[in-house]
């Protein structure tokens, strides 16, 4: 006789994270929303410094400064190096990230893996479609397709910080996931469909070097005097293979392991990432934003990001595409798999935080400078559109996230109450009968001091009474 099926509950998208998910987050979240806010601060110095008559001189004198060795091909401008050498530890961190969600994390079960894919799938292929449309209608340039792709997860979380609103964890866990699908398929896009020509001697000698670095990292040789003279050969190969020098950092990263073993609290990949994340967060970003966000802008230089074709079709792809994208990508996924909404959240609340991925800017500009090489005014004029679209973006996300506030600060509430005192949030314990047991003993200890004070109450109403009807009419021996 065949065995009854068993029928497995639907999965709730957007649901309660696991507590050490939750912990993972917050901690990353924490420092990237550091990292977003001084990002914020170098893109306003930039255009600051770029636009004051007096300073832009020297803002186009520091940003093209060239150093470095010509004889290994590395004579390269402060914002060459910006771009190609300290992205790559943004991207070396990503690359961790990644590497931690696929056996650790989201990523890792298959059901849960595909909201935040066909998510982030959907949030770079409908920019893209909204760019290429709006440059072939505009008779315009289509290589910029993939300039609105990106999300900015340091600069979402920076504008969450700014308007201080209190997004549910879960919500800021799937922009967090959906980041990193989203990095490592821009990361692809740069490998793809930026690399023209290929060195491959210099490109072998990069395979070669991250053999290396893997063998090693298995044998588990320890040591930053071994791995960072191996981590800058390979970039350098990296380099002057013709592929992005970005791509070697995200190799690194996914070499890592991210699983922990017997005796470790931490993973080395977790461990790496928290030592690398500040360094990322902190420098990196902000140094590649002060070099790359300052772009001249005036009243008739924002008036060309919305006549012409190639900034129009940046801005919205990151204003529309990435909005309609990821909101669609997510009510698909519901709609057609076994998946549902968590009842604590509405659709309003996914619809506001796809419209915050429409924040693009590290990776926005990154390709923005890749995709129009050799055209410098075209180039900050795409520049001009990332910085456009993304303050739009930013705008009608605060607007949206504002009207739903209230909830946010209820549910966030909900999440970090802890009435039994135990250091774990009450929601994680539903299935634990101690804390039940603590609950009941805790009810108890209430309901026993609130009898008591309900008897002294009685006992002092009583008394009072008494005192009135003893007292009565002994004046004037008449009743009062």
């Not at 010509?70 to 530890?89: T, Y």
């Not at 603590?438 to 009898?451: F, G, S, V």
Request: net charge negative; aromatic share 8%; glycine share 10%.
């Amino acid at each position: 006789m065949a065995t009854p099926r068993t029928r497995t509950a639907p999965r709730k998208v957007l649901g309660r994270l696991s507590l050490p998910e939750r912990a993972f987050v917050a901690d990353a979240l924490r420092t990237e929303t550091v990292g977003g806010v001084l990002l914020l601060l170098a893109a306003v110095a930039a255009l600051i410094w770029a636009n004051v008559p007096s300073l832009h001189h020297s803002y186009e004198t520091v940003s093209h400064f060239r150093l470095g060795p010509g004889a290994l091909g590395l004579n390269l401008s402060l914002a060459h190096w910006a771009a190609d050498g300290l992205l790559a530890v943004f991207f070396f961190v990503a690359g961790i990230e990644l590497k931690r969600e696929l056996v650790a994390g989201d990523l890792r079960d298959p059901r849960a893996a595909v909201l935040p894919v066909i998510a982030a799938l959907c949030g770079m292929a409908v920019p893209a479609l909204v760019y290429t449309l709006t440059a072939l209608t505009g008779h315009g340039s289509t290589q910029g397709w993939a300039v609105p792709t990106a999300t900015d997860i340091a600069f979402a979380l920076a504008v969450l910080a700014v308007i201080g609103t209190s997004l549910p964890s879960a919500l800021r866990a799937f922009l967090l996931t959906l980041a990193v699908v989203d990095d490592l398929f821009a990361i692809l896009i740069i490998a793809v469909f930026f690399t023209d020509r290929l060195n491959f001697a210099a490109l072998g000698g990069a395979v070669a070097a991250l053999a290396v670095f893997w063998l090693l990292l298995r044998k588990g040789v320890r040591g930053w005097y071994v791995y960072v003279p191996l981590a800058l050969v390979t970039w350098a190969l990296m380099y002057n293979s013709g592929v992005h020098a970005t791509i070697a950092g995200v190799a690194m990263g996914l070499m890592l392991r991210c699983t922990t073993r017997e005796g470790e609290e931490h993973s080395p990949g977790e461990h790496l990432e928290h030592l690398v994340r500040p360094l990322s967060a902190g420098l990196a970003v902000p140094v590649f934003a002060l070099l790359s966000a300052g772009v001249k802008i005036s009243g008739g230089a924002l008036g060309d990001v919305f006549t012409k074709p190639e900034t129009l079709g940046v801005v919205l792809g990151l204003v529309l595409g990435k909005t309609l994208g990821i909101f669609g990508g997510t009510w698909l996924t519901v709609r057609f798999t076994r998946a549902s909404l968590s009842e604590e959240l509405a659709w309003a609340d996914v619809f506001a935080v796809a419209s915050l991925a429409g924040l693009g800017f590290t990776v926005s500009l990154l390709i923005g400078e890749l995709a129009f090489a050799g055209d410098s005014v075209l180039t900050d004029e795409a520049k001009a559109a990332v910085l456009t679209g993304s303050l739009i973006a930013a705008v009608c996300a605060t607007v949206l996230l504002k009207m739903r506030n209230a909830g946010y600060r209820r549910l966030c509430a909900e999440e970090e109450r802890d009435d039994d005192l135990d250091g774990i949030p009450d929601m994680y314990e539903q299935d634990d009968p101690a804390h039940h047991l603590r609950m009941a003993a805790l009810h108890e200890r209430k309901a026993a001091e609130h009898r008591r004070i309900a008897a002294e109450r009685a006992a002092a109403a009583r008394h009072g009474l008494a005192e009135v009807a003893g007292g009565a009419g002994e004046e004037n021996e008449r009743p009062a």
